[in-house]
Antibody, heavy 122, light 109 residues
Framework: QVQLVQSGSELKKPGASVKISCKASGYSFTTYAMNWVRQAPGQGLEWLGWINTNTGNPMYAQGFTGRFVFSMDTSVSTTYLQISSLQVEDTAVYYC???????????????WGQGTTVTVSS | QSALTQPASVSGSPGQSITISCTGTSSNVGSYNFVSWYQQHPGTAPKLMIYEGNKRPSGVSNRFSGSKSGNTASLTISGLQAQDEADYYCCSYGGSSWVFGGGTKLAVL
């Protein structure tokens, strides 16, 4: 079945970096882009951007350029989110999510990873 | 883009209907038919309930429906059930990015 499996929880100190993985299975990896969404404790969902898995070209939401980097390895059907210079405010659950394609357009996010908790604390 | 505006909470009794609004702008909700709605239970990943404003993915109950008027989209849940108690988020495409609403907590009393 189609699924996205993310790497485990991370505990980091401020200023460190973290790299989260999202392994796709059950479908052709390069057929769908991959989105990243985060949710701070007790807060709502926030779209970070997406990566075109066909070209490797990333697109970042406003406010998520510079410290946030999307990458991928097609040989293992995996996308990555790396966050550098971590701040306490980056503490959140990070989700990868595959979009639903309807008539050639991405119209929503229908397959989600289980989420990766990143805790930034000194 | 600024987050879409949703009420913080709504409530209803079993069997009743409720509607959650999602207000955006002419740059997102008002210009595109790409509004989606997500249900999230505590500690779990969001689940797609509605896409393209009023379409349901396979497996989603027909008690869930969506609509849009101008810059405001709405999610209606009819025949409320206890398991509908969750957080609900709207999301809209905005030209080159996606933006979520702040979320609405639904309580089934």
């Amino acid at each position: 079945q189609v699924q996205l499996v993310q790497s485990g929880s991370e505990l980091k100190k401020p200023g460190a970096s973290v790299k989260i993985s999202c392994k796709a299975s059950g479908y052709s990896f390069t057929t769908y882009a991959m989105n990243w969404v985060r949710q701070a404790p007790g807060q709502g969902l926030e779209w970070l951007g997406w990566i075109n898995t066909n070209t490797g070209n990333p697109m970042y939401a406003q406010g998520f350029t510079g410290r946030f980097v999307f990458s991928m390895d097609t040989s293992v059907s995996t996308t990555y989110l790396q966050i550098s210079s971590l701040q306490v405010e980056d503490t959140a659950v990070y989700y990868c999510a595959r979009p639903l394609n309807s008539g050639g357009y991405y119209v929503g996010l229908d397959i989600w990873g289980q989420g990766t908790t990143v805790t930034v604390s000194s | 883009q600024s987050a879409l505006t949703q009420p913080a909470s709504v409530s209803g009794s079993p069997g009743q209907s409720i509607t959650i609004s999602c207000t955006g702008t002419s740059s997102n909700v008002g210009s595109y038919n790409f509004v989606s709605w997500y249900q999230q239970h505590p500690g779990t990943a969001p689940k797609l309930m509605i896409y393209e404003g009023n379409k349901r993915p396979s497996g989603v109950s027909n008690r869930f429906s969506g609509s849009k008027s101008g810059n405001t989209a709405s999610l209606t849940i009819s025949g409320l059930q206890a398991q509908d108690e969750a957080d609900y988020y709207c999301c809209s495409y905005g030209g080159s990015s996606w933006v979520f609403g702040g979320g609405t907590k639904l309580a089934v009393l």
